[in-house]
């Protein structure tokens, strides 16, 4: 497809977009996703917002009850826009990091960003100086706005030539000081073109090799109008909160924007592990959880322990879960216990969000969905040819949104004849509804035979002691490899590897059964909580 005439000064993001012959077919077949040629993301969420909703209502709050209404944070976002753009030298396709925690103010820079027509590269507040050093690399980053309690490891990081302007801090030099000389002037958005890059985000590094992922401003837009605005269904009224941060884009979807485009609230906490989740809902009305399924497995056990603690869970309404696979036994307690139903969904970095989902009635506990509507899918052999429903096969994705690697040579392996090939390991059911399998990369073969890690894992899962479990393959020279389940158990628990080995072969078939069980106090995640088995493959 012919890209537009580019706004940007700086061009390198579009000067490191992958061949067009490598990039997936984009569809835009939905009324909704027929984009103008020139448009600011940031505008369309934040002015065009206020100009539908009014200045007055509650955009973001903070822990501590702040509350910023759409007003003040179009006012605050336009100030630092100026600063971004007329203190610090920012031109339209400059690269921007972003790094803090997950809060109001992080959310305003990013916007900011998108106003001025910069590129924003977001990282988690987590990240350590190799790794900051590694993805100004990559994008060649030469501005950094960071939240002052984490500036230290961004300056280790000895990145050359980059500008760092802290916010948060006292200085005079202090990016919110800087803003207050621009409070009250309104900031018109750069008319970036639809299909200039908005952000380039990276991957989690649950394989140990980051890639870059560059996403224009029509599709953030085009997460929004099909899976939120068809699967999830917002309103102006409902109060978003989540675990996954704003350097992910899980997080950056359903904390920023999905609320935003709905005129709805978001509540960005700094700290959103499940123990400060379930009393944040009842405090701050929570409508709308984002979050992956071990945190909805330890809510589980937080209201099972803590009866008395008072949780009010009456104000949600949605509850979404992504990341990583959602085991039917771990949805149907989360029914059992609040009577909601958790809206499955698989989404990728290099997809920017969910794609395959469903919700209320459609919703099959250990199924992941069907197609969003503006995307399609299917199954398909390493030839890229479709399997029959029923087989396992390679998952292909397809939609408005697509892969575009920076400057990467795996984009020829996840994106052929057109189609975007996730690395997941999928079954079609004849009427349409996908099945998880395994990670295509975490299928063990044993003495012949294809055994799914996460088949094997929803088993323990049912046991009673079993709180989090990996299951990978060992190499072994007589059968290949062996089924090795990494297991944590509940605090107190008895139970020994003798007595899982005899539970899980009443669920599953002899030779699925782990062979081998290691007990772990907890296993290795990324700071998004995904799951690391290439460090448990590593150790095997």
Request: net charge negative.
């Amino acid at each position: 497809m012919e890209l537009k005439p580019s706004a940007h000064a700086d061009t390198f993001a579009r000067d490191h977009l992958p061949p067009p012959q490598t990039w997936p077919q984009l569809l835009f077949e939905l009324p909704e996703l027929a984009y103008p040629d020139r448009l600011n993301c940031g505008a369309e969420l934040l002015d065009a917002t206020v100009d539908r909703f009014g200045p007055d209502r509650p955009a973001l709050r903070d822990a501590g009850g702040g509350v910023w209404t759409y007003g003040e944070l179009r006012e605050r976002v336009d100030a630092l826009a100026h600063v971004l753009t007329e203190d610090l030298g920012v031109v339209p396709g400059n690269r921007v990091l972003l790094r803090g925690p997950t809060g109001p103010w992080t959310a305003a820079c990013w916007l900011a960003v998108m106003k001025a027509g910069a590129v924003a590269v977001t990282v988690l507040a987590q990240a350590r100086p190799q790794e900051l050093a590694t993805v100004c690399a990559m994008a060649q980053v030469r501005h950094a706005l960071c939240a002052a309690p984490v500036l230290d490891d961004l300056v280790k990081a000895e990145v050359p030539g980059l500008r760092i302007t802290p916010y948060g801090g006292r200085d005079e030099a202090d990016l919110l000081h800087l803003a207050r000389r621009h409070t009250g002037r309104g900031y018109p958005a750069v008319a970036t073109s639809a299909d200039d890059v908005a952000l380039i985000a990276f991957t989690s590094g649950t394989t140990g090799r980051p890639k870059g992922c560059m996403h224009f401003h029509r599709d953030v837009l085009a997460i929004a109008d099909t899976f939120s605005r068809h699967v999830l269904r917002p309103t102006p009224d409902d109060v978003f909160a989540g675990s996954p941060p704003l350097g992910f884009t899980f997080g950056l979807g359903g904390l920023l924007v999905f609320p935003l485009r709905a005129g709805a609230c978001a509540l960005l906490l700094e700290q959103a592990g499940p123990r400060q989740l379930l009393p944040a809902v009842g405090r701050h009305r929570v409508s709308v959880l984002f979050t992956a399924p071990t945190a909805y497995r330890t809510m589980l056990d937080e209201l099972a322990t803590h009866p008395y603690e008072g949780y009010d869970l009456g104000s949600l309404r949605r509850c979404v879960s992504a990341g990583e696979n959602l085991p039917a036994a771990t949805w149907q307690a989360w029914y059992e216990s609040t009577g909601l139903r958790i809206i499955n969904g698989i989404g990728a970095t290099e997809l920017l969000h969910i794609f395959i989902s469903a919700a209320d009635e459609d919703i099959r506990p250990g199924t992941t969905g069907r197609p969003v509507p503006g995307w399609q899918a299917r199954v398909v052999d390493g030839n890229g040819r479709p399997v029959p429903d029923g087989e396992p096969g390679l998952l292909a994705v397809r939609g408005p949104v697509g892969c575009r690697y920076l400057a990467d040579p795996r984009q020829g392996e996840y994106v052929r004849d057109g189609w975007n090939l996730t690395g997941d390991t999928y079954v079609r059911d004849p009427d349409g509804w996908f099945r998880y399998v395994a990670r295509a990369d975490d299928m063990i073969i044993s003495s012949g035979y294809n055994i799914a890690g996460p088949e094997v894992e929803e088993a323990l899962l049912r046991h009673p002691d079993v709180q989090e479990v990996a299951v990978v393959g060992r190499p072994d020279e007589r059968r290949g490899q062996v089924v090795v389940a990494y297991t944590v158990l509940r605090e107190g628990s008895t139970a020994t590897e003798d007595s899982l080995k005899e539970f899980v072969r009443a669920e599953l078939a002899p030779h699925k059964c782990p062979r081998v069980f290691v007990f772990l106090p907890a296993l290795p995640r990324t700071a998004t909580g995904k799951l690391q088995r290439f460090r448990l493959r590593d150790l095997e």
